[in-house]
């Protein structure tokens, strides 16, 4: 970024504070990805290769995610989180290695997930709204993938359910 551009945001906003609440997003990003990564990996039980392509798809995502957070983060001229050790550090959207494999147990993992990060960019879009146009779209972008994430766990979860109870019903 050009660095009258950033002179301009500082006028307006706390530039080293939203470079911190970047690289704590980008390192829940990165942790999302894993979670995902892994999720695919080891899933069992119900819809299997449905929830897992799922997973697939929304590490994807999440990786993308974090490409863009490091990319706006260099644009203001900070420096992305260099160090994975760091993510915990830093990540309020915490990843707690699964310690059951059924697909019910894993999406109910990753819709936590997805909600503490649409919790994340939301307060991104609010604290750069009106201030920082470029950030708050990205913020905005990346909230709308994570909305569509948890509603895609969600409604795995109904179909799981419903499934079960017309078992049961037979």
């Not at 929830?51 to 992305?80: M, W, Y």
């Not at 993510?87 to 915490?94: D, I, M, P, V």
């Not at 950030?135 to 359910?161: F, N, P, R, V």
């Amino acid at each position: 970024m050009a660095r009258e551009s950033v002179k301009i945001l500082q006028g307006k906003l706390d530039i080293e504070s939203l470079i911190s609440q970047l690289n704590a997003a980008l390192a829940e990003e990165w942790l999302a990805y894993y979670q995902y990564w892994v999720g695919a990996l080891v899933v069992e039980g119900a819809m299997r290769a449905d929830v897992q392509g799922e997973f697939e798809e929304h590490a994807e995502e999440e990786r993308h995610h974090a490409q863009l957070l490091a990319n706006r983060i260099i644009e203001l001229e900070g420096v992305p989180v260099l160090d994975p050790k760091k993510w915990f550090e830093l990540a309020r959207c915490k990843y707690d290695a699964p310690n059951e494999f059924d697909s019910v147990s894993l999406l109910k993992d990753n819709v936590a997930s997805e909600r503490c990060a649409i919790l994340r960019y939301q307060e991104i879009a609010n604290f750069t709204n009106g201030k920082d146009f470029t950030t708050c779209d990205i913020a905005k972008q990346i909230l709308a993938e994570e909305e569509e994430h948890e509603q895609d766990l969600q409604d795995y979860l109904t179909d799981i359910a419903r499934m079960k109870k017309s078992f049961l019903e037979k």
